[in-house]
Each structure stands twice: as C-alpha cells, then as structure tokens.
C-alpha cells in the first residue's frame, strides 16, 4: 500500500509570515516551487500560492514590496500524517476542499502532498496495470 510519505516533496521551501509578498515569490522562483509554507514563530501557520500572489496582490494591485505574507497566505492549514494512506489523503482533500495538505508527523514539517502528487501516483499506478493486462494478454490468460 502507499502512504503519503512516498508521494509527498519532501523538500518544502518556508517563508516567514512578516515576510513580503515580493520575497514569497522571489523564493518560488529562484525554487521553482508554486507555494511556501508559511511559518509563525517557527510553526507552519499557512501557506502561500502563485495563485494567491496574483489574485490577493497583483489584481487588486496591491504591492508586493510592502504587503505582508500573513495578509495573503491561505490559513488554516490541514495536516496529514506521512503514514496516511493514499485513500485516507483523498478523503481529507475532499472534505477541506483543499489543494494541499502540510505533511507532518508531530511538531516537525516532513512534507507537502497536492493534489497534483495524487493524479501523478494514480497515473503511474494505472500504466503499471495496463502493462501487467498487456502481459496476461499476450499469454493468454
């Protein structure tokens, strides 16, 4: 069975929630990442999408250089144990109706899972068996 600690990135760029929106988004560029989580006195509070960059900042031009990552940033966050199931992950995304979920196992962050992560695992999983039918095919059976 997978859990969510196999699909989840593991490498989770933070941001602090004093922070600008500009620095937000300088962060997911220079990480190539389309959100950060976002941290309050060192605990994940939130977390902040290109999404929210452009519909929280830039259409309602806003600016980025002075607008704090605690006035955007999407909260509260829904976390998941990494030794969740898959299963068990679908239903908390469609119960939150959430995109993401922080990945935890106690007080420490150990990862992100989107729904994005999900699709990718389910099209691997789908492919896998379409090749084990081509071969119960080709045998016969």
């Known amino acids: 069975m997978v859990d969510v600690k196999d699909v ?4 989770v760029v933070t941001v602090d929630s004093r922070d600008t929106v500009l620095k937000a988004a300088e962060l997911m560029s220079d990480y190539d990442v389309g ?3 976002v941290e309050d006195g060192g605990e994940a509070a939130g977390i902040i999408t ?3 960059v452009i519909s929280k900042v830039v259409v309602r031009k806003k ?3 002075i607008t704090r990552v605690k006035e955007v940033m ?7 144990h990494p030794f969740t199931s898959l299963e068990e992950a679908v239903e908390v995304f469609n119960e939150t ?13 150990d ?10 695992e389910e099209t691997r999983f789908i492919q896998v068996l379409e090749r084990y039918i081509e071969i119960l095919k080709s045998k016969n059976y």
């Open 63 to 65: 600016d980025p250089g």
């Open 35 to 37: 959100c950060l989580v």
């Open 74 to 80: 999407s909260s509260p966050l829904a976390t998941i």
């Open 111 to 120: 990862g992100i899972l989107s729904i994005e992560d999900l699709i990718t």
């Open 97 to 109: 109706g959430y995109k993401r979920l922080v990945v935890s196992s106690g007080e420490s962050l």
């Open 8 to 11: 989840m990135v593991k490498d």
């Open 50 to 52: 290109g999404s929210d």
